[in-house]
């Protein structure tokens, strides 16, 4: 095909002034947004935003189980209430020796049961029944005194036998022999107690029961004691030598009691007692031996325990 250069030059820039007049003027602008206007917005690719944020350590929910260890000596624990038993220390075998408080006045009292466990079982028994009578009435106790009751003191030998071979603890000694005041490894008499060998203990206080007792009674400053025995002998004063005070007291227990005053005597030479640790501590004690070895003598001892009670030293 053969082209006329003249005219094709021609209607080339022709073509190009339309254009460049399309492009500048403002009405070839609104023009062509007709043709643009209905074209979708540009699509914008979402922003990815990473944000990190820290996750707390996990916590265990498991609740760890403590197993409490018991030693010799009670950890320390609120007071328990009148007539509730408070642990002063643990036997040889672990048992717990307990006392039980009635009252809340300034002058500490004692009693105190089984130092020769089973073979002196009417001992507790009486102590137990003491403990039910004064939890039914409390009023008893004078308002100037707090009376503490030792049911047991040796209750390895009061479970073992309820005879003879309950009357040592687990350690083959007899408590009564292994205080500090004249103690012996060894004692004379032929009346002395000997239906089965039984000793003094290694030196005085070697026992757990003696030790935690001896503690308590100066912890608390015990003022006067009661030890009860059995069978048959009457009341034994403390003292090595005599002292005044507990005999004043035995005396006064033997005025309301079917028991002696002075006790009976005999050739066995009492060693390492408890009622004479006591004394040497400024403290008036007595043992009150029961009539036998069966009877709590419980009536009887109602009285008793009222004289104890408001008796006081130079009466």
């Known amino acids: 095909m053969r082209i006329n250069r003249p005219g094709f030059f021609i209607i080339l820039s022709l073509v190009i002034a339309l254009g460049l007049f399309l492009m500048v003027n403002p009405a070839s602008r609104a023009w062509r947004s007709l043709f643009d206007r209905d074209l979708p917005a540009p699509i914008q690719s979402p922003t990815l935003t990473l944000t990190i944020t820290a996750t707390p350590a996990p916590t265990s929910t498991a609740t760890r ?4 260890t018991k030693t010799g000596t009670p950890t320390a624990t609120p007071t328990p209430g009148e007539g509730e038993p408070q642990v002063i220390g643990y036997s040889v075998e672990g048992r717990p020796l307990e006392v039980f408080r009635f009252g809340n006045g300034e002058q500490v009292l004692l009693i105190i049961a089984g130092v020769h466990g089973g073979y002196e079982w009417n001992t507790v028994a009486l102590a137990d029944q003491l403990i039910d009578h004064l939890r039914t009435v409390p009023e008893l106790i004078p308002v100037d005194k707090t ?43 032929s009346a002395c107690w000997n239906y089965r060998f039984i000793t003094a203990g290694e030196e005085p206080g070697s026992e757990p029961e003696t030790q935690a007792l001896m503690k308590f009674m100066l912890d608390y400053k015990v003022e006067r004691l009661i030890n009860y025995h059995s069978a048959a002998l009457g009341i034994f004063p403390g003292g090595w030598p005599k002292d005044q005070n507990s005999i004043d ?28 640790w006591a004394s040497a501590q400024g403290i008036p004690a007595v043992d009150v031996e029961l009539r036998n070895h069966i009877d709590t003598d419980f009536e009887i001892n109602l009285e008793v325990l009222r004289v104890f009670l408001n008796w006081s030293p130079g009466e």
């Open 65 to 68: 189980t403590m197993t409490p």
């Open 147 to 189: 009376l503490y009751i030792l049911r047991v003191l040796n209750p390895d030998g009061y479970e073992r036998d309820k005879g003879p071979d309950g009357r040592a603890n687990s350690n083959n000694v007899d408590i009564n022999r292994n205080w500090d005041a004249n103690w012996q490894a060894n004692w004379a008499g």
């Open 249 to 276: 007291l035995a005396y006064a227990l033997a005025l309301v009691s079917p028991y002696a005053y002075p006790p009976i005597e005999t050739d066995c030479q009492y060693t390492g007692q408890l009622i004479d």
